[in-house]
């Protein structure tokens, strides 16, 4: 069974970065793709971007391009989503999800960590 945890999150100001790191655990996941999505109050769920755990091929959304990347770590098994530049817009609840390549949905979701950016 799947299971992720985030950390990272916190309360920073405009312009500043954090680090979301997302530990996956319970398989191996050469065949997996591990997305970030964040979720604003009152707001959908955003997917933020994926990386494909065999190939290291990261992909981000344009709303967070050229700020945001995506990167893994295979030793300690753990995803991570490097925020730069920070906006107030970019204050959301936080998730890292897997799917293997044969899902077409997200399967395994972590319990989210927020992120509190201000002015």
């Known amino acids: 069974q799947v299971q992720l945890v985030e950390s990272g999150g916190g309360l920073v100001q405009a312009g500043d970065s954090l680090r979301l790191s997302c530990a996956a655990s319970g398989r191996p996941f050469t065949n997996y793709v591990i997305g970030w999505f964040r979720q604003a109050p009152g707001k959908g769920r955003e997917l933020v971007g994926s990386?494909?755990?065999?190939?290291?091929?990261?992909s981000v959304a344009d709303s967070v391009k050229g700020r945001f990347t995506i990167s893994r770590n295979n030793v300690k098994n753990t995803v991570y989503l490097q925020m730069n530049s920070l906006k107030p817009e970019d204050t959301a609840v936080y998730y890292c999800a897997a799917k293997s390549f044969w899902e077409s949905e997200y399967a395994a979701w972590g319990q989210g960590t927020q992120v509190t950016v201000s002015k």
């Open positions: 990386i494909r755990w065999s190939d290291d091929m990261p």
